[in-house]
Each structure stands twice: as C-alpha cells, then as structure tokens.
C-alpha cells in the first residue's frame, strides 16, 4: 500500500491566518490525491480532489498543490469554523490510503 | 438532496455480529460505488474498502478481510457492513462514502455509525 504522511500533526493558529499542510506519499501519485475535513459529530467533507480542484459548494480560501509525491494544503484565512481535522487521501492506486491527519486548533 | 444516510449506534458482546446500514437517496444508486471508513477512538480515519454496487463485488483492504462483509440490497437503495465474531478493537465510528470513480476522492459521507464492543 501507498504510505502517506502529513505534517504537521497539529497545528496552533489564530483567525485570519494563513496555513498550510503537507502530505508526502511514498511514490508518486501524480495528481490523485484528496484533502478532507473532520468535525466532531459531523460527517467528513470533501474539499479538494486530484490535488487542487474545488469541490463544489467549497469556499475559495481552500486550495490545493503538488503533484508526484509532495503535496500542500493551504486555507489562505482562516475563519472559526475552519478548526477541525485535515486528512489526505490517495486515490492514485485503487487500495485507498489516508494520511494521520493534522488537527487544527485555535491559538 | 443527495445523502447518506446510517443506521444508529450500536452497543454489542464481544463474540457478536454487528450489521450496520447504509441507505442512499437523492441519486442514482448504480452510479456510485460505496466505500466503509473506520475511525477508531483517538485515531485517524481508515479505508475498510468498497463496494461495487453495479455487480455487488467487495474489495477489502488489507486488514479487514475475513470477518468483515460488504453487501448490498439494491431495491431499497442500501449498502450494508456486517462486522462478526466482535473484538473490543472493532469498537469505532464507521462512515460509509460513495465515489463515482476512485480517483476523485469521497463526495458524500454518511453522518457515521458508533459500534461498542464490550
């Protein structure tokens, strides 16, 4: 299986501010790679597919970049109900993988 | 609307069988495969694999083979995980998730079923 690794695991930051997280794989992916956010008690959503596109209904200040095995992340400002877990996901090989998340706290 | 929709929470015997629903509506049943996601207490989340709801065929992930079965009931719209001979390991939320082709990610997520095992 394809072995994906985020960084980093947490993450502290306050309203307004621009973060990004990182997923490598252990090969190449080319584009096939996800991002999703967790809540508690929430369903997991979608937010980017094959590395950078939107999926609908998505704010803009979410995005995506990389390809091969090196990804990122970015929420260009943060908004309080951006807190939450960040997973990655490849969907390059057909045996799916997810990164171990990077949580994303309030400072 | 499109939605996902799974059956409630569930508190079982180790030894038991668990069978956990997963009922779609708001599109095409056929259309879309349906994944199982695991999150364990305090873990992160892990692809259990899928189902295709064409022919009905699972694909299992490395780990969940055995005594974990996926199936499906087409007339009513509705995936099906059944977890047997229950461990206290098995104790997690379960999410199941279409995608209409692997490679662009999960669409849509069910709100999740909790499983206890004790």
């Known amino acids: 299986d394809i072995q994906m690794t985020q960084s980093p695991s947490s993450l502290s930051a306050s309203v307004g501010d621009r973060v990004t997280i990182t997923c490598r794989a252990s090969r190449s992916l080319t584009r096939y790679l996800n991002w999703y956010q967790l809540k508690p008690g929430k369903a997991p959503k979608l937010l980017i597919y094959a590395a950078s596109s939107l999926h609908t209904g998505v704010p803009s200040r979410f995005s995506g970049s990389g390809s091969g095995t090196d990804f990122n992340f970015t929420i260009s400002s943060l908004q309080p109900e951006d807190f939450a877990i960040y997973y990655c996901q490849q969907s390059y090989d057909s045996s799916l993988t997810f990164g171990q998340g990077t949580r994303l706290e309030i400072k | 609307q499109v939605q996902l929709v799974q059956s409630g929470s569930e508190l079982k015997k180790p030894g038991a069988s668990v069978k956990i629903s997963c009922k779609a509506s708001?599109?095409?049943?056929?259309?879309?495969?349906l994944n199982w996601v695991r999150q364990a207490p305090g873990q992160g989340l892990e692809w259990m694999g899928w189902?295709?709801?064409?022919?009905?065929?699972?694909t299992y992930a490395q780990g969940f083979t055995g005594r974990f079965v996926f199936s499906l009931d087409t007339s009513v719209s509705t995936a099906y995980l059944e977890i047997r001979s229950l461990e206290a390991e098995d104790s997690a939320l379960y999410y199941c998730?279409?995608?209409?082709?692997?490679?662009?990610?999960?669409?849509?997520w069910g709100q999740g079923t909790t499983v206890i095992v004790s």
């Open positions: 998730a279409r995608h209409e082709g692997f490679h662009y990610g999960m669409d849509v």
């Open positions: 708001g599109y095409t049943f056929s259309n879309y495969a």
């Open positions: 189902v295709n709801t064409n022919t009905g065929y699972p």
